[in-house]
């Protein structure tokens, strides 16, 4: 998987994580619609944690 162009800062790509997260717990396992949603949300939301990371620990 290719890493987003977009890198969000470490605490926003945290605080992000952290909502979209919160957000799947309440995702009706019986909604496919929603869990494949949820799946892509998360995906995305964890490429950006690890761009970020990368950002942070290369010092740009």
């Known amino acids: 998987m290719k890493l987003p162009t977009f890198v969000p800062s470490l605490p926003a790509a945290i605080e992000t994580a952290r909502e979209y997260l919160a957000q799947a717990e309440s995702v009706d ?8 949603e949820s799946h892509a949300s998360l995906t995305i939301c964890l490429g950006q944690l690890l761009a970020a990371l990368l950002t942070e620990g290369s010092g740009q």
Do not use: K, L
């Open 29 to 36: 396992i019986h909604d496919h619609g929603r869990v494949i």
